[in-house]
């Protein structure tokens, strides 16, 4: 009889455990989405900015270098800081490198299209969620990036790139594969991947 009941409480513990557990780790996902979304504004406001100052003042030319070099460079600044990957992938890659959508990526990717097809504007385009891969919890976030008029200098079609673009786009990147695109199309996301093993960083106010 004893027994029973011991058995019993036993069972109800572990489900009150279990819900308390399941709670926090909700919140700690709503953390980890809004860390992921600021972080993602940032480097998108970063190079917005300084791709209108390059083009304007030192022309396209030698603006390629903000995509070339800004972009990976936050990227990379904003995943040593977190212990993340941060990172830029496109629907067709120009740098196969660093820019080629994995499985899951891919799959997003696809789902952004058709959300886009159904009439679902880029700007709060995202989607996130917990992944196990290779016995290790993730949470990832990936957030549309569509293509606007800016970006057709050097992802547009022939008839769009600058002689000098071409030139240096032919020579640096001879598996390009992200040109053609149109002001309107998916050209790729901000993709994000967070280990639950590592805690969240303490932010700081105004951080
Ligand atoms: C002045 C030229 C230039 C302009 C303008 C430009 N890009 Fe790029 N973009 C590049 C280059 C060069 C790369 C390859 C970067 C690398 O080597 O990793 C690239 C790569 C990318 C990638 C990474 C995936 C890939 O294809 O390798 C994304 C995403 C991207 N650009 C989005 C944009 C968007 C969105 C705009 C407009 C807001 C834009 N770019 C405007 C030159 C440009």
């Known amino acids: 009889m004893e027994s029973i009941r011991m058995r019993v409480s036993a069972a109800v513990l572990a489900a009150v455990s279990m819900t308390a557990s399941g709670m926090a780790a909700a919140g700690d996902m709503e953390q980890r989405l809004a860390a992921s979304r600021q ?62 959508p994995d499985a899951w990526e891919q799959g997003v990717l696809e789902e952004f299209q058709a959300r886009a097809a159904k009439g679902e504007k880029y700007a709060n385009m995202s989607h996130s969620e917990v992944v196990e891969e290779g016995g290790r919890r993730y949470f990832r976030f ?29 020579r640096d990147y001879p598996m390009d594969r992200a040109r053609g695109y149109r002001v309107g199309d998916l050209r790729g996301a901000v993709s994000i991947k967070q280990p639950l093993d590592i805690p969240l960083r303490e932010v700081k106010a105004g951080d």
């Open 142 to 170: 990936m957030k549309a990036i569509g293509t606007k008029d800016i970006c057709l200098t050097c992802h547009g079609g022939e008839a769009n790139l600058p002689a000098q673009v071409k030139t240096s786009l032919d």
């Open 39 to 100: 972080a993602t504004a940032e480097l998108m406001k970063q190079l917005g900015g300084a791709l209108k100052r390059e083009l304007k003042s030192q022309g396209p030319a030698a603006a390629i270098s903000v995509c070339r070099d800004l972009a990976p460079q936050i990227a990379g600044r904003l995943s040593r800081e977190n212990g993340w990957r941060v990172t830029r992938v496109g629907t067709r890659v120009r740098n196969p490198l660093l820019g080629m």
